[in-house]
């Protein structure tokens, strides 16, 4: 009853009927950066009024008309402000915002920071961009959150060099981690997707924690990642070299051609290779694998300036991972040498694309199409344990937007469809399984004012395996004042677990392989997980000393129905079992980013993770999980010569607290570990040099203070015995580690 009831609630806050709704005459209009493209979230309001609105995705934006104030100011960050007079209501406005303005001999400009959280989003989005994805060299995905409190990210093994992410205490596969608002990593990509997608290929990173909209679907649970890959805008050629000390080399090349008025298309080339065998600590393990990848990305981008707009991308990877001890020979079967070996194959293929239409006499009505398809296949032996792996995906999304008589009530409304085919090898069984899941969805955006908006989705879906399901979602924002904002998320997310993929750790083991599911007609024998969330937040903008800052505040919640238990509490096994009992998070963090002096941006912030499971032998805090984290990260700059010229030094520390270890007393005195790590700290730095807009050079070290885990892999001298096992990671596998690089751009 108590889950209907609040499923009702839901509804209720969508469907109800709205009344004494009057009409209003609304200035409409777009706004544009100097290269034509719509400025997202820009913020537009009447001077000196509090009447103000944010413009959505493609730069449109509607306000109530006004007698208080004929002057409209438009803002966004690393644009410089706009005041317009508008004398003619009926006129469609078309504003373009610059990035600097000189007034005879006067210069006005912005110092962009490296993440901003915008005021008025009814979502608290942190937008990383470029500025701060370079403060770390950045090479995939997976490494560009080392300067973001928010997210924890780890090795997951000793043998894979594979990093995985953590929001909220939670396993990276909780979070929807979409490319440009569609499905991106999940299914079999869920434990390296992450380093497939290289970082100079990122344009911005949006992160939000807590379950996010429905339009994205049912599965976020933790928070969503949404990566904006870089799109082809204007002509230009980018270059881009990395090599470190353990011998990865990286180069990247990216080439934008405008074929004419309304088309432009973009080449994204990306290769690695680690050819060096690395033993930092003599175990007789690689501590990286060897081996190489290719990435090759093609995109094309339409626009007719009347409103209609799409984008078409091709993508194909290739990658190989050698690892295990050294003088493994990966063309010789494991069975007919003796060296444990590691061998990794991944190829992907993938489309992807949407089209957009924004009504020309109707600015506030649009629709879109998304469409994604791929095939991911993976073919791996860990020893003599073997793991093979298809999916075939497809997936479609249609969005309708528009308002109810004027800009205090917004819907959007659409349907979705995903496919998903599997295809699985592992411990001698095969299995098999295909998903098929329409859905629809409503949600209703209700702002009375500037100060205060709520936001209502439900979604209804049909699983062809697991049934029919609703997934409720609830967002609130709440000015209390000019600079501080409150807000609330509230829902429910559920997901089908991909134990193989998800924990690739276990092939890494010689634990026993337990199924302990007993649902007969469901893959694995296990129901799908369901979580409830709930969180609120709390972000102040200041000033101190003529300079601005944030603070922020957040709480999260997380309940958890049916979770699929990854157990590896006994030494030598590892089970998977449905929830009976309670697991939960609860997540605390405060954050303050501040220009402590002029050029040097500080970042503090402390988070407390509470997260507990219920195992077969009682509830426990979640291991290799870190209850206490301190972070801070230092950026200083110079200030930029008449050639832009200038310097750029980075530093990041950061402080993780005790973590509990699974038990290992079933193995023999040699092998056992205690309890609990030791709490450790890790710092980073980087500095830059930029001689000009074209290009720059930088120079960092990775684990200055050259802090390791202590023998990351158990029983290294026995890899086929009953206690080998290298997925009890905690710590860093790898001591300290200098990388160079250089990005070179030629634009037209």
């Known amino acids: 009853m108590k889950k209907i009831a609040i499923t009702l609630l839901f509804a209720w806050c969508i ?45 449109n934006f509607a306000i109530e008309a006004t007698e208080e104030s004929r002057k409209l100011v438009i803002s966004s960050v690393g644009f410089s402000s706009d005041t317009i007079s508008v004398s003619n209501k009926s006129k469609l406005l078309t504003i373009e915002l610059k990035n600097r303005v000189e007034l005879e001999e006067v210069e006005v400009t912005y110092r962009k920071k490296g993440t901003e959280i915008s005021f008025m989003n009814k979502q608290k989005i942190e937008q990383i961009g470029q500025k701060e994805l370079k403060k770390a060299a950045c090479c995939n995905l997976s490494e560009s959150f080392e300067t973001i409190p928010s997210i924890d990210a780890s090795f997951t093994d000793a043998l894979t060099g594979t990093k995985q992410i953590r929001m909220l205490g939670l396993d990276g596969s909780y979070a929807y981690i979409s490319r440009e608002n569609m499905p991106g990593i999940r299914g079999l990509s869920n434990a390296y997707g992450l380093s497939f997608v290289p970082g100079t290929w990122i344009e911005s990173i949006q992160l939000s924690k807590g379950v996010g909209t429905v339009m994205n679907g049912y599965e976020s649970i933790a928070g969503q990642i949404n990566v904006e890959l870089k799109k082809p805008n204007v002509d230009e050629t980018f270059f881009n070299f990395y090599f470190n000390e353990s011998g990865r080399t990286e180069f990247n090349f990216n080439q934008n051609l405008k074929v004419n008025k309304n088309w432009s298309t973009m080449l994204l080339l990306h290769g690695s290779a680690r050819p060096l065998e690395v033993d930092q600590n003599n175990d007789g393990f690689l501590d990286f694998p060897t081996g190489n990848h290719v990435n090759v990305m093609n995109r094309w981008k339409y626009s007719n300036n009347n409103g209609l707009e799409g984008q078409l991308s091709f993508q194909y990877l290739e990658d190989e991972k050698i690892g295990g001890q050294k003088g493994f020979d990966k063309n010789v079967a494991q069975a007919e040498q003796n060296p444990y070996g590691l061998k990794i194959e991944t190829e992907r293929f993938e489309v992807f694309g949407k089209m957009g239409y924004v009504f020309q006499d109707k600015s506030n009505k649009s629709m879109g199409l998304q469409a994604a398809a791929f095939k991911h296949t993976q073919r791996s032996n860990f020893g003599f344990n073997t793991y093979n792996g298809t999916e075939e995906s497809i997936y479609l999304n249609y969005l309708y937007r528009s308002i109810i008589k004027n800009e205090q009530h917004e819907f959007t409304t659409g349907a979705n469809y995903l496919y998903d085919a599997y295809q699985e090898e592992a411990f001698d069984s095969t299995y098999n399984r295909t998903e ?313």
């Open 436 to 748: 098929k899941v329409p859905g629809v969805f409503l949600e209703y955006t209700y702002a009375p004012s500037n100060n205060f908006s709520i936001v209502g989705g439900l979604r209804a879906d049909f699983n062809s395996i697991y049934g029919s399901y609703l997934t409720p979602r609830l967002h609130s924002r709440w000015a209390v004042s000019e600079n501080t904002v409150i807000r609330t998320v509230a829902g429910s997310g559920q997901r089908t677990a991909n134990i193989f993929a998800e924990y690739q750790a276990m092939f890494a083991t010689s634990r026993a392989f337990n199924l302990l599911g007993n649902q007969q007609n469901l893959p694995f024998g296990l129901k799908q997980e369901k979580a409830y969330n709930f969180g609120i937040n709390l972000t102040k903008n200041f000033s101190f000393n003529y300079r601005d800052g944030y603070f922020g505040l957040d709480f999260y919640h997380i309940q958890f129905e049916n979770q699929v238990v990854y157990d590896i509490e006994q030494a030598q096994s590892v089970s998977f079992y449905n929830l009976e009992g309670k697991s939960y998070s609860n997540s605390f963090q405060a954050e303050i980013n501040y220009e402590l002096i002029k050029f040097l941006d500080v970042k503090l912030a402390y988070r407390f993770l509470d997260v507990k499971i219920d195992y077969l032998d009682g509830l426990k805090q979640k291991p290799l999980t870190a209850r206490h984290r301190i972070f801070s990260n230092f950026a200083y700059e110079t200030a930029t010569s008449l050639k832009g010229a200038l310097w750029k030094f980075d530093l990041t520390v950061q402080y993780l607290g005790e973590q509990r270890i699974p038990s290992t007393q079933n193995n023999i005195e040699a092998y056992r570990r205690s309890e609990t790590s030791d709490g450790f700290m890790n710092l980073n730095a980087q500095v830059t040099r930029v001689f000009n807009e074209k290009w720059e050079v930088y120079l960092g070290a990775e684990n200055l203070t050259n802090f390791r885990q202590d023998n990351p892999v158990i029983a290294a001298d026995s890899p086929f015995g009953p206690s080998f096992d290298s997925s009890l990671i905690w710590g860093p596998i790898f001591g300290r580690m200098f990388y160079v690089g250089a990005r070179f751009v030629i634009a037209k």
């Open 15 to 59: 469907f109800v009927p709205i009344s004494e709704v009057n009409a209003q005459e609304l200035i409409k209009g777009k706004v544009l950066s100097v290269d034509k493209m719509p400025v997202q979230f820009a913020n537009v309001y009447w001077l000196n009024t509090t009447i103000g609105t944010t413009t959505d995705t493609l730069g």
